[in-house]
């Protein structure tokens, strides 16, 4: 079993800057990947970003250029930096961990965007 605990959302003005965290715990050797996923009310789970084992990076086209993922292999922790934040951003991330077909995901935090 893998166990992620994410933090790092709160409110912040359209362009400002929020840094989301994601600890892993529990059987977290050989994941394939993690990544961050979110969702607004009313719509489906999207993808956000992933990183995988190998450090490749794959974003949203939304997200691409003002997002970005990172990895603390030693701190077992994945980080969402967001900039230039818009209203459209607004949602509850999620932290996902894979390992072949198994997934793994985290309680998610909320993100609100708003003037």
């Known amino acids: 079993q893998v166990q992620l605990v994410e933090s790092g959302g709160g409110s912040v003005l359209p362009g400002g800057s929020l840094r989301l965290s994601c600890a892993a715990s529990?059987?977290?050797?050989?994941?394939?990947?993690m990544g961050w996923y979110r969702q607004a009310p009313g719509k489906q789970r999207e993808l956000v970003g992933i990183i995988t084992s190998g450090g490749s990076t794959n974003y949203a086209s939304s997200v691409s250029g003002r997002f970005t993922i990172s990895r603390d292999n030693a701190k077992n922790t994945v980080v969402l930096q967001m900039n230039n934040l818009k209203p459209e951003d607004t949602g509850l991330y999620f932290c996902?961990?894979?390992?072949?077909?198994?997934?793994?995901w985290g309680q998610g935090t909320q993100v609100t965007v708003s003037s």
């Open positions: 529990g059987s977290i050797f050989n994941l394939d990947g």
């Open positions: 996902k961990a894979w390992r072949l077909v198994r997934a793994y």
